[in-house]
């Protein structure tokens, strides 16, 4: 009210200012203002005209919103009038979701399953392989067992039976059985005791696993045994063979020399000269009819030598020659000696080989004939 008082009052006074050509200062001042008061009315005007758009626009998209609810509303009771379908008991809208998923997730495990399924088959082959290696193995080396075995009883009787001293020949084989100790006992162990159908605490199952390690190793280690044997055998022998020759020549030599030195009858040793000479002649004819070997040599030429010279030393221990024979004579019955205890000694203890071997292998067989009759390879499920 009071601007419009103002304003009443400026055109008042404006109106009174154009009847009079000159104007006053209160005149001015009143123009100045009512200038001011237009302008602040056309802002006014402006901003109300601007106020009103907005406001036009925000009803249109209040309506705008509201119409779109109301289609929402229609097309959701549309889709609630629609009937829902079943696939097992479970809507389509949620069977659609998990029925993929629950495929997928069965593949996966059936893949995993499957995955296991084959690694436990390829474990119980390769068990069944391993297992059929060893006791067929038990038979592939049977032959050459045998024919090490019969070598070896050849030879404890050749050595027993020999008649020089040399060394007898043997025949050596290769018994193959390093070939499966090769495997290690784990694969033993995890072949017939943890993957066999015998129970675990069964102590014939143990045993019967226990003689196929220690069977085989023992054949594998009994073959260089064998051949190391052998050639102790051998040196032994040749060195007693070169003893035996080395006094041999000694005694050739003594009666040589002394055949000649006690020739005449006049000579004291004549006697004792003449009796080795029919001893030596006696050997000699004896060994060119086929009869040279030690144990002839021992019984035709050192055993009556050495009578002879005990029957001479008895009644003359003056007597050089004899006393020197009897020398050379106590050494060939040392070399006796040591060959009987070598020829003993050998021939029991390739014997003895031939027994163990022999031993060893029905060991074998028996633990064969165990694992075929009474074992099996776990299945695929408990393996």
Wanted: glycine share 2%; hydrophobic share 40%.
């Amino acid at each position: 009210m009071r601007k419009i008082s103002i304003l009443i009052f400026c055109l008042f006074l404006t109106s009174y200012s154009y009847s009079d050509v000159s104007r006053s200062p209160v005149e001015e001042c009143c123009s100045d203002i009512v200038f001011q008061l237009n302008e602040q009315n056309k802002i006014l005007s402006e901003q109300t005209v601007a106020i009103q758009n907005r406001t036009f626009e925000t009803n249109e998209i209040n309506t705008y919103l509201s119409k779109l609810s109301d289609l929402m509303l229609s097309q959701k009771e549309d889709i609630s009038s629609i009937p829902k379908n079943k696939i097992l008991g479970i809507p389509e809208n949620l069977a659609i979701i998990l029925f993929p998923a629950l495929i997928t997730l069965m593949i996966f495990f059936l893949g995993e399953i499957l995955k296991w399924y084959r690694k436990q088959e390829m474990k119980r082959n390769e068990t069944k392989e391993y297992r059929e290696v060893i006791l067929n193995w038990i038979d592939l080396i049977n032959n050459p067992i045998q024919k090490q075995i019969e070598a070896c009883d050849k030879i404890a009787v050749d050595i027993l039976n020999s008649q020089n001293i040399h060394p007898e020949r043997m025949e050596y084989r290769k018994m193959l059985a390093d070939k499966i100790d090769s495997i290690g006992v784990d694969r033993f162990i995890n072949t017939f005791m943890i993957n066999s159908t015998a129970p675990k605490s069964d102590a014939k199952n143990d045993k019967m696993t226990y003689n196929l390690v220690s069977q085989f190793n023992f054949l594998k280690s009994i073959e260089p045994n064998l051949s190391e044997t052998y050639k102790e055998y051998q040196v032994q022998t040749l060195a007693l063979m070169d003893e035996w020759n080395s006094e041999f020549m000694k005694l050739n030599d003594l009666t040589s020399s002394w055949a000649v030195k006690a020739k005449n009858k006049s000579h004291p040793y004549f006697v004792f000269n003449s009796n080795v000479a029919k001893i030596v002649n006696g050997y000699i004819l004896k060994s060119q009819q086929g009869e040279n070997n030690t144990v002839n040599t021992i019984n035709n030429l050192i055993s009556p030598l050495t009578a002879l010279t005990n029957d001479e030393l008895a009644n003359n221990l003056e007597n050089e020659y004899a006393f020197e024979m009897s020398s050379i004579l106590q050494q060939f019955r040392i070399i006796d000696k040591k060959w009987n205890i070598n020829v003993k000694g050998y021939s029991y203890l390739f014997s003895g080989m031939a027994k163990s071997i022999n031993n060893s292998y029905s060991t074998l067989l028996d633990a064969k004939k165990y694992f075929k009759n009474e074992t099996e390879v776990k299945g695929v499920l408990s393996i």
